[in-house]
């Protein structure tokens, strides 16, 4: 299994990025889906997850309502819509997989992208 995270980049606050997250390997719909991040000098953090079939995802209390995990069985990638950025929202970001129905876990993600850097300017 391989996942490759894409879309990161350099945004105002306020703005908006679409991350993408490219999964070969076995089955995509055998795997929930997340999101996490970690920030400089920070701990890795939970963002979202969707389960397999792509049922009700679930995010941080940080980014309910701006943030949106989304995923498509069959282009085998999971998307991350990210509106009103703040700046504590700079982060890298990384995509993971988890044979498990949704998980906020990051230890039971058993594969993980290599992540993509998100920087929100003031």
């Known amino acids: 299994v391989q996942l490759q995270a894409s879309g990161g980049g350099l945004v105002q606050a306020g703005g908006s990025l679409r991350l993408s997250c490219a999964y070969s390997g076995r089955t995509f719909s055998s795997y929930a889906m997340g999101w996490f991040r970690r920030a400089p000098g920070k701990e890795r953090e939970f963002v979202a997850a969707?389960?397999?079939?792509?049922?009700?995802?679930y995010y941080s209390d940080s980014v309910k309502g701006r943030f949106t995990i989304s995923r498509d069985n069959a282009k085998n990638t999971v998307y991350l819509q990210m509106n009103s950025l703040k700046l504590e929202d700079t982060a890298v970001y990384h995509c993971?997989?988890?044979?498990?129905?949704?998980?906020?876990?990051?230890?039971?993600?058993?594969?993980w992208g290599q992540g993509t850097q998100v920087t929100v300017s003031s």
């Open positions: 969707i389960p397999k079939n792509g049922g009700l995802a």
């Open positions: 993971a997989a988890s044979t498990l129905s949704l998980s906020v876990a990051a230890s039971l993600y058993k594969y």
